[in-house]
């Protein structure tokens, strides 16, 4: 499984921005994806969740609201598009992927087997 992360930038505050998620290397049945991020000096952190099959989601609490996920199963992509940026949200954006993680374990890097490369999202206050 190849994840490809797109779509990061420097945006300033309270501005949007829409990162995408190609997938490739097989068939997504069952699988979950999610993006997590990672601002200097901190641990990674669960953003949002979503299944390959009938899109449900999860998001951190924090961020429930300005934050969505969604997939493109004919483009095999997932997308996190986010509103309301704030200078906190500065971090490098990861995708994940998972055949095998469960729901209560879901929030967990430790949980995905796949990632991406990485998108560095900047706000500007």
């Known amino acids: 499984v190849q994840l490809q992360a797109s779509g990061g930038g420097l945006v300033q505050a309270g501005g949007s921005l829409r990162l995408s998620c190609g997938a490739s290397?097989?068939?997504?049945?069952?699988?979950?994806f999610a993006w997590f991020r990672q601002a200097p000096g901190k641990e990674r952190e669960f953003v949002a969740v979503i299944r390959w099959n009938g899109g449900i989601t999860n998001y951190a609490d924090s961020l429930k609201g300005r934050f969505t996920i969604t997939r493109d199963i004919t483009k095999n992509s997932v997308y996190l598009q986010m509103n309301s940026l704030e200078p906190e949200d500065t971090a490098v954006y990861y995708c994940a992927a998972s055949a095998r993680t469960i729901q209560s374990q879901q929030r967990l890097p430790s949980s995905y087997e796949h990632w991406g490369q990485g998108t560095l999202v900047t706000v500007s206050s």
């Open positions: 290397g097989r068939t997504f049945t069952g699988y979950k």
